[in-house]
């Protein structure tokens, strides 16, 4: 039997493979090592988050089962079709479709026969912002009636702090202590995935010292580096990632509002404060900040330090407020009732197909109660409910930028257009 779940201290491993850049090379041949008793299995595949992950392991010669609830992706993964954008990843999910080393399903019973399960499926919060450990749990607890000895289960979703040792002491209670168990989170940008997982080191926060050693292994296949932490300190990396980013957002924001209260232009301010002045580099730019992640992330944390994280929920505040600040400035320069407004992007984030959580879809909102009419465009987010472009840049007398698409870049406007990123024309 395994260890009492322990927190040992770990340092960080360089990987010593070299990086493999051409195609033909990373698909030639099945490596030996850490996939060698059985596949790998990735719990909730045919996400963002496990898809791509898939798609890295089978592109080096692993044999990996996609298992995901929806019938409908899996169906569009195994015809070769990406379900979403990911960059690099149509002719590499055609490929090793091709040379049967990528499946998706959903038959639990994929997990039988498997090496290694690798967990990523979502972790919603509920109408308060706190996370749903409820039903996070229902989906570990059925998981674990799939597990047996001997196999790798790494939680790569990401969870509240203490969950990875929660569930040690679980698998201990119902004496399974034979299964190894690790949190690896993802801290990917959406759309580069298949890029990033091949540059940036992975946290690994093992149980125990054996778990942590076999998820290094696991992923030393396609990341350059292994930085070893303890569980609960690998959970709280991830939150604040996301909270750091979701913070430096709302600086820019409020940096924005305030500009607008004195009548200055923000972006005169900003390339000021960035021209050959490092210190200023990581400043971002104000706009939307929005998607699946950031906000939960940060309110995650929150309600893990008992409800108090001051800066998280002013962001919280800030960036959330955004769409409507931005309405009342605009009431101010434009008779929005008497106007036909187009809005420009729906996605959460610059060239991009996901409209999950994203803030374009509350401007909309706002807009609808103040404006004549309201137009709404995306050139990759598939919502029947969109207007082509060129009809709401011929209807439109106003325009507003909701997210940056490169594809906005470089067009001619007839009318007045509203970007506080200042992207768009650049």
Request: aromatic content about 8%; overall charge neutral.
């Amino acid at each position: 039997m395994r260890a009492k779940t322990q927190n040992p201290s770990y340092s960080l491993t360089e990987n010593p493979m070299q990086p493999i850049t051409e195609r033909e090379q990373q698909t030639a041949s099945r490596p030996a090592g850490a996939l060698e008793s059985g596949p790998l299995v990735i719990v909730g595949g045919c996400g963002h988050v496990g898809l791509p992950l898939g798609l890295a392991f089978a592109r080096k010669g692993y044999q990996v089962e996609l298992l995901d609830t929806s019938a409908e992706r899996v169906a569009l993964v195994n015809s070769g079709r990406m379900p979403f954008h990911e960059d690099d990843a149509d002719e590499l999910l055609g490929e090793t479709l091709k040379a049967g080393r990528l499946r998706a399903t959903t038959d639990n019973r994929a997990m039988e026969n498997a090496s290694a399960i690798i967990v990523t499926i979502g972790t919603p919060v509920d109408e308060y912002l706190d996370p749903s450990v409820g039903e996070f749990d229902r989906s570990i607890d059925q998981l674990l009636q799939q597990v047996r000895p001997g196999q790798l289960l790494i939680l790569r979703s990401t969870v509240f702090p203490g969950v990875t040792d929660r569930l040690a002491r679980q698998l201990e209670q119902q004496r399974r202590g034979d299964v190894d168990l690790a949190y690896c989170p993802e801290r990917i940008v959406q759309g580069q995935s298949l890029i990033e997982l091949e540059r940036l080191p992975q946290l690994i926060g093992g149980a125990t010292q054996r778990a942590a050693d076999r998820a290094a292994d696991l992923f030393r296949i396609i990341c350059p580096k292994v930085i070893f932490l303890k569980p609960v300190e690998a959970e709280l990396a991830k939150l604040f990632c996301n909270a750091w980013r979701y913070i430096n957002f709302a600086i820019s924001n409020q940096f924005w509002v305030i500009a607008n209260q004195f009548e200055a232009d923000f972006q005169h301010i900003y390339r000021a404060l960035r021209e050959d002045y490092p210190r200023m580099a990581s400043v971002a730019r104000p706009g939307f900040a929005a998607g699946p992640c950031l906000l939960k992330d940060t309110m995650q944390l929150g309600a893990f330090n008992h409800g108090s994280f001051v800066l998280g929920q002013a962001a919280m505040m800030i960036n959330e407020g955004l769409p409507y600040l931005l309405v009342q400035n605009i009431k101010h320069a434009y008779p929005l009732n008497e106007m036909t407004v187009g809005l420009l992007g729906m996605a959460f984030k610059p060239n991009s197909d996901d409209p999950r959580s994203s803030l374009s879809y509350k401007l909309r909102k706002v807009l609808l109660l103040e404006c004549r009419k309201v137009l709404c465009t995306d050139p990759f987010v598939p919502d029947p409910d969109l207007t082509s472009l060129n009809d709401v840049l011929e209807r439109a007398d106003l325009l507003i930028v909701g997210t940056p698409h490169d594809a906005y870049k470089g067009l001619k406007f007839r009318q007045p257009v509203i970007d506080i990123t200042t992207t768009i024309g650049k």
